[in-house]
């Protein structure tokens, strides 16, 4: 019998790669999505739903006729440097969606497998790669939104034995990616280049900070491992690559496979206030719990980035 599974922020970017995950599974998906957005991929045989999580009763309702057994709680603001200018969303979309969530099982007596997806950025900054049991001390609003994230689900596990699942995932890229992200950001500007829509400039902020950057595609299997695998409610799980990179050196990755010379200039403006120099994960306690480990390489994933956005600088310059 299939499970019944619902994702919500399924339109967005790791949604929509999700559902292609969860396609080939014996599934039963709805998917939820916020009123006046449209998905990335229709997904298939997927059944949409439209639910603004910021309302409690309309959370209570979807629930109470979806009785689903897993949940993959996608919702919510995704950006670091967005969150500076935009705090009072930021908290509403992290934090206030997934109270709601997990107050309307609690009122509906439901007790699904419920997976967030918190972030690296929770922690305390350290010049290695970090372990779930270093400190915590987030140094953006959205850090700070995705901690008490956790909370939340960490509440819910021990008063009310919903189990929530945490994981703390470290920088994902891949194709439908928003180009507010620097991967993305390189390969649309190189492909407007490419077509003769720009100068040839890649504007970039900071490019000697070091990321952990993954394929969002190994980043869902990872989730899809924790749901269906034996990790543990109630605790966090790195969902890392392993490996890190400055960001100069990926913006040489790219720079590569450009079609035409291209010189890189700094703006001022892609810099954030406060930035993190060095994060890396150890995915250690997730390899053990499930067996994951990162497939697919940093080269392929820029390769599926230039040629996504080559696309779609063909189809819209």
Known sequence: MAARVLVTGAAGFVGSHLLELLA??????????????????????????????????????????????????????????????????????????????????????????????????????????????????????????KLAQEMVAMRAWED?????????????????????????????????????????VLKMGNLETRRDLMDVRDTVKAYRAMMTKSAAPGIPYNVSSGTSVVIRELVDLFLDRAKVPIRIEQDPAKFRPVDTAFLQGDHGRLTADTGWTPQIPLGQTVNDLLDYWRGQTAVRP
């Open 24 to 145: 080939q599974d014996a599934t039963e998906v709805v998917a939820w999505q916020r009123p006046g957005t449209e998905p990335l991929v229709a997904g298939h045989g997927v059944r949409w739903v439209t639910v603004e999580m910021l309302d409690r009763g309309a959370v209570q309702a979807a629930l109470r006729s979806i009785q689903p057994e897993m949940i993959y709680h996608l919702a919510g603001l995704p950006h670091v440097g967005d969150s500076w200018g935009k705090t009072r969303d930021t908290f509403e979309g992290n934090v206030l969606a997934s109270h709601h969530l997990f107050d309307a099982l609690r009122r509906e007596g439901l007790k699904p497998r419920v997976l967030i997806t918190s972030t690296a950025f929770v922690y305390q900054p350290v010049d290695r790669a970090l372990l779930e049991s270093d400190a915590v001390c987030p140094n953006s609003p959205y850090g700070t939104s």
């Open 160 to 200: 009310d034995g919903i189990p929530g699942l945490i994981a703390r995932a470290f920088n994902h890229i891949g194709p439908r990616q928003s180009p507010t992200f620097v991967a993305p950001s390189i390969a649309r500007q190189i492909a407007a280049i490419e077509a003769g829509h720009a100068e040839p």
